[in-house]
């Protein structure tokens, strides 16, 4: 590809001479996943627009290039250390990270030679538990246990997967490396070793306890501390209670997610509790004390004469305890009104001779009509 026939470079990548270094790379690696040759076997198109958006990015991603090519164009960068057809290979050394992905878009391990050992150690599995605990356990903290299903390390071939008195050889194909290596044109591309399965290890004679995976499965019982407060969806970590790692890699850890019953009679709202308190017409009316039910027993509140149902009465510190140990929050008691179903011939007769003692609907005497009781009044605004 000669000076006179090659493409503007900003072009290419399709962008303006404004372009920071960040829109330069990101136009690159759009070109580079779209164009890249293992996308696109045998069409020598997107190769040649492969090698020519290579050849743009490593211009212009150096500045001391990119400012000669935007004073000289083409001539000014011309034999500036560019590789066969204009390709510079250095530039996957500095700019590696815009290939980061490319493994997982074409089903291939590594790029241009850079090798990642999947044999090594690696931390075991993080693992969930689902515990549902009463309301009353939540408020005052308890210890429970739980049975864990996991993979623990084979305590037979201690996590090698080899029969006793044996050891995993290193993989002949792969010499060990977990990854066999391929030249796919200017490329070289590294897959998982199918021999070992990238671990770098054969095993010719399996353990017969874990039958050559190292790890077995076994219930664990663990005792989790439930703190005092701790509301549904809340969730308690234990360090290192997951599933065993391999080669010698940490374990993982257990989340455990804490789901809270229902009360029946408290509702929870943060660390707030709120009850409805039926309260006789008269104690409304006349006033007197009740006894509201708490987390720590029944509290004594005094109802002043005219209380309207729906009123409420605040017990500070009577509330949930806040998860983190320190203080609680409040109880508020709601008034509502307690209907009996059944009366006496002797309490019908009162209720009946007090009805006809109390205020009746009010005449409106400017207006000359009578004032609409609450529920009618209600019915007329709501249609």
């Known amino acids: 590809m000669s000076s006179v026939t090659k493409r503007d470079y900003y072009e290419v990548l399709g962008l303006d001479r404004q372009a920071t270094d960040q829109q330069i790379k990101s136009a690159y690696r759009k070109l580079a996943l779209k164009y890249h040759p293992d996308r696109n076997p045998g069409d020598h198109k997107a190769e040649e627009a492969f090698k020519e958006a290579a050849e743009a990015y490593s211009v212009l991603a150096d500045r001391e290039k990119r400012s000669l090519y935007d004073r000289f164009g ?3 960068v011309a034999g500036a250390g560019a590789g066969a057809a204009g390709f510079d290979p250095t530039i996957f050394a500095d700019f590696s990270d ?9 089903g291939f391990g590594d790029l241009f030679g850079q090798r990642r050992r999947r044999g090594g150690p690696q931390r075991g599995a993080d693992l969930r538990y689902d515990l549902e605990i009463s309301f009353e356990e939540s408020a005052s903290g308890t210890d429970t246990s739980i049975q864990i299903p996991r993979e623990e390390t084979c305590d037979t071939c201690k996590g090698s997967g080899a029969a006793e008195g044996t050891t995993p050889e290193t993989c002949n194909q792969c010499r060990g490396s977990g990854q066999l290596r391929y030249q796919q044109g200017f490329l070289t591309v590294a897959r998982p070793c199918p021999n070992c399965r990238g671990t770098g290890k054969t095993i010719a004679k399996p353990c017969q306890t874990c039958r050559g995976a190292g790890r077995v499965g076994r219930e664990r019982k663990l005792t989790v501390k439930i703190p005092a407060g701790i509301a549904t969806g809340q969730r308690l970590r234990l360090y290192g209670e997951g599933e065993h790692g ?12 804490v789901h809270v019953q229902e009360h029946s009679f408290f509702h929870r709202e943060e660390d707030d509790l709120y009850c409805e308190m039926p309260i006789s017409f008269p104690t409304l009316a006349l006033g007197g004390t009740i006894h509201v039910p708490t987390l720590d027993g029944r509290e004594q509140v005094q109802v002043p004469a005219g209380t309207q149902p729906g009123t ?9 305890p806040h998860v983190n140990g320190r203080g609680q929050g409040d109880l508020y008691a709601i008034a509502r009104v307690a209907v009996p179903k059944k009366l006496t ?4 007769h009162a209720l009946e001779d007090l009805n006809r003692l109390l205020p009746q609907e009010k005449v409106d005497e400017e207006a000359g009509s009578e004032e609409k009781p609450f529920f009618e009044r209600v019915k007329d605004i709501f249609g």
């Open 98 to 106: 815009i290939f980061s992905g490319l493994g997982d878009v074409f």
């Open 312 to 320: 409420r009465f605040k017990l500070r510190g009577k509330g949930m």
């Open 246 to 257: 391999s080669a010698g890699g940490p374990p993982g850890d257990l989340y455990v997610v």
């Open 345 to 348: 011939k002797e309490q019908k």
């Open 74 to 76: 083409h001539a000014g």
